[in-house]
C-alpha cells in the first residue's frame, strides 16, 4: 500500500485494539491487488436505540488506479455485528473478495465456462434410479436419478437429448446437472 491506512471512528471511543485489528487485516489487502494506492476505513456505531446491542457499520474505501472500490457492511444486515470484530472482520473478508475481482479484471482473465455437452439417453433403469447418457464421442456416462435437473428423471426416455457436465466419479465417469434438451412439438 502506497499510502498507511487511515481509520476513523464515529460516534465511538477509537480503539488500540480494534485500530491495529484493522492494520492486520489492511496490511494483507496487498496479497491480493499490489497497486492500492490509500485506504480508508470508518467504523461506526449508529447512536440510535436498538432492541438490542449497537450494531456496527464498518466502511472500506480503497484508491487503485483507474478507479475506487468501496465496501460497506451494513448492520441491519447482520445481527452478528454487535462485535465490532465481526464487523471488522466481514468488511475485510469482501474487500478482499472485491479486490481480488478487480485485480482479475485488469489483467484480463475472463471465466471461461464449458459448453454443457449434449448428449443423448442410450440406457434407463427407472425403476433403479439411474441410466446411462451416450456422449458425442461414443463412450457411457453414467448418471443418477439425483442428478437430472428439476425432477426430471421420471420424465426421461432412451433416445432423449441432455445436456451435463462430466465428472469423475467412484467407478468411471457420471454425469451432474443432467439437463432436459426441450422437445420441439410439431
Known amino acids: 500500500m502506497q499510502l498507511p491506512i487511515q481509520i476513523s471512528f464515529r460516534d465511538m471511543e477509537p480503539s488500540e485494539a480494534i485500530e491495529a485489528k484493522i492494520r492486520e487485516r489492511g496490511a494483507k489487502l496487498d496479497r491480493y491487488y499490489d497497486r492500492i494506492m490509500s485506504c480508508r476505513v470508518v467504523v461506526e456505531a449508529p447512536h440510535r436505540r436498538h432492541h438490542q446491542g ?24 447482520h445481527h452478528s455485528h454487535e462485535d465490532v470484530y465481526v ?13 481480488a475481482d478487480y485485480a482479475r479484471r485488469q489483467r484480463g482473465d475472463i471465466k471461461i465456462h464449458a459448453e454443457p455437452t449434449v448428449s443423448r439417453v442410450s440406457k434407463l433403469f427407472a425403476e433403479d434410479g439411474y441410466g ?3 456422449a ?5 456416462v453414467y448418471f443418477h436419478r439425483n442428478s437430472v ?11 432423449d437429448e ?3 457436465v462430466e465428472e469423475d466419479g467412484e467407478k ?10 426441450a422437445k420441439h412439438r410439431d
Open 87 to 99: 464487523a471488522v472482520r466481514d468488511a475485510f473478508d469482501a474487500t478482499q473478495r472485491r479486490l
Open 162 to 164: 441432455v445436456h451435463f
Open 54 to 77: 449497537k450494531l456496527f457499520h464498518v466502511r472500506v474505501d480503497l484508491t487503485v488506479p483507474n478507479g475506487e472500490l468501496v465496501v460497506s457492511r451494513e448492520p441491519e444486515d
Open 149 to 159: 435437473l428439476n425432477g426430471g428423471f421420471a420424465r426421461l426416455a432412451v433416445g
Open 136 to 140: 458425442a464421442d461414443g463412450h457411457e
Open 132 to 134: 446411462f447418457i451416450e
Open 172 to 181: 468411471g465417469p457420471q454425469a451432474s446437472t443432467v439437463r432436459i434438451v
